[in-house]
């Protein structure tokens, strides 16, 4: 979760219900939801998906953020 607030992503929480989260960028990136408990660790393979997949980053510039 502390990945999507930094910049360059900036995304903030703009509605929460449980552990059921909606995140909005400040910098132009698409609206994800996200579903995990504060406390758990989420796996690298979600971290990947979510980056590439539903934000559209390039695999070189996931990993730089990382």
Do not use: C
């Given at each position: 979760?502390?990945?999507?607030?930094?910049?360059?992503?900036?995304?903030e929480?703009?509605?929460q219900?449980?552990?059921h989260?909606?995140?909005?960028?400040?910098?132009?990136f698409p609206d994800?939801?996200?579903?995990?408990?504060?406390?758990a660790?989420?796996?690298?393979?979600?971290?990947?998906?979510?980056?590439?997949?539903e934000i559209?980053?390039?695999?070189?510039?996931?990993?730089s953020?990382?």
């Amino acid at each position: 979760m502390a990945l999507l607030k930094r910049e360059p992503l900036g995304y903030e929480i703009v509605r929460q219900r449980g552990s059921h989260r909606k995140l909005r960028s400040r910098n132009g990136f698409p609206d994800i939801g996200f579903s995990f408990h504060s406390s758990a660790t989420v796996p690298p393979g979600l971290v990947r998906k979510v980056l590439v997949g539903e934000i559209g980053l390039s695999e070189d510039e996931a990993r730089s953020l990382l």
